[in-house]
């Protein structure tokens, strides 16, 4: 019977930490601080805190005004987290969210899980795509062709990469690409400044 109360408790431990990490994942991805949704969902940032980190059940009251702060339906809080869409370490394949871009046959897929260091991106650029003008921000980058072809120009310098190519250099210099080819081109691109800044034209 001790087995049985070891393997109930460790399940209910294990659901706990599984809830805990979607509700910090959606909280990142909102970018909201600990106290702005503790604020916003009217429950104490220790409280919050607990139950981010899995010590703590996520209890029914909390539920609905937390799920209210987030924007989402109380059921996304407490499905079985193995195959949840929002994770602290992974994206699903259909969970991608869609960056901003402003030019023209450029489409920025998010790779990279809320609150990584790193971000990492799926880069299409349509044939005849590409950015309306050189642009510049913090941080540094590194792509690889996945498929297709890409013109990179990096401080006035133009390199055409085709599949397998890859490619580094300071953000802060400027740069732009463009698919010249007749085909979608598709990049593996990552970058260490937060997604709102990576944004084409950003």
Not at 150 to 174: C, N
Request: neutral net charge; contains cysteine; hydrophobic residues 40%.
């Amino acid at each position: 019977m001790d087995m049985l109360d070891d393997a109930t408790e460790k399940a209910k431990v294990d659901a706990d930490i599984r809830v805990g990490r979607r509700v910090r994942a959606l909280r990142l991805e909102r970018n909201l601080s600990l106290a702005e949704l503790a604020a916003k969902a009217g429950v104490s940032i220790g409280a919050l805190s607990q139950i981010e980190r899995g010590l703590s059940s996520l209890r029914v009251k909390v539920i609905w005004p937390l799920a209210a702060a987030l924007d989402i339906e109380p059921s996304a809080l407490i499905t079985d987290g193995n195959d949840a869409g929002n994770d602290l370490y992974c994206v699903r394949a259909d969970k991608r969210r869609q960056l901003p871009v402003k030019s023209e046959g450029i489409a920025k897929a998010l790779l990279s899980p809320p609150g990584a260091t790193l971000t990492g991106l799926l880069v299409t650029v349509e044939a005849d795509g590409g950015t309306a003008e050189a642009y510049a921000h913090i941080g540094h980058e590194f792509g690889y062709v996945l498929s297709g072809e890409v013109e990179l120009v990096v401080d006035s310098t133009k390199y055409v990469l085709k599949t397998g190519d890859s490619f580094a250099f300071k953000s802060t210099l400027l740069h732009a690409f463009r698919n010249p080819g007749t085909e979608r081109c598709q990049i593996l691109w990552v970058n260490t400044t937060k997604p709102s800044e990576v944004r084409d034209g950003a």
